[in-house]
């Protein structure tokens, strides 16, 4: 997958029942990443940051709109300003693209869930 500027990406899938939190991660590879989504049941946030050598500093949104167990969409875009996180409930997040990345070829889901990726 090479999502590039411009670029749609949707994750739909199945949130588990006793997840605490789980994370989509984008960017060049694990050691640089552009965007670390993680939703937070434990914390009910969600905390987004970036990730080059070191973590940037937290944003953190206070909108858990999806539930453990649920099933999700959560549809992402990639511009140049950084990347607009739509969650299930049409609320959006803007995130700065921190790192000036022109592409995102690296994607991982990490967490107790079940999400797939179409872009």
């Not at 949707?10 to 006793?18: E, P, Q, Y």
């Not at 140049?80 to 022109?102: A, E, T, W």
């Amino acid at each position: 997958m090479a999502m590039k500027l411009g670029t749609t990406l949707m994750i739909k899938g199945k949130i588990a029942k006793d997840v605490d939190r789980f994370a989509i991660n984008l960017g060049e590879g694990p050691e640089k990443l552009g965007l670390h989504f993680n939703p937070r049941y434990d914390q009910s946030t969600i905390v987004l940051n970036s990730f080059d050598r070191r973590l940037g500093k937290e944003l953190v949104v206070d909108h858990l709109c999806f539930a453990q167990g649920s099933e999700i969409t959560v549809v992402m875009i990639f511009d140049s300003d950084g990347v607009k996180v739509m969650l299930p409930d049409g609320h959006q997040i803007s995130f700065p693209n921190r790192l000036g990345l022109s592409q995102l070829p690296y994607l991982r889901v990490e967490g107790g869930q079940h999400l797939l990726p179409e872009v």
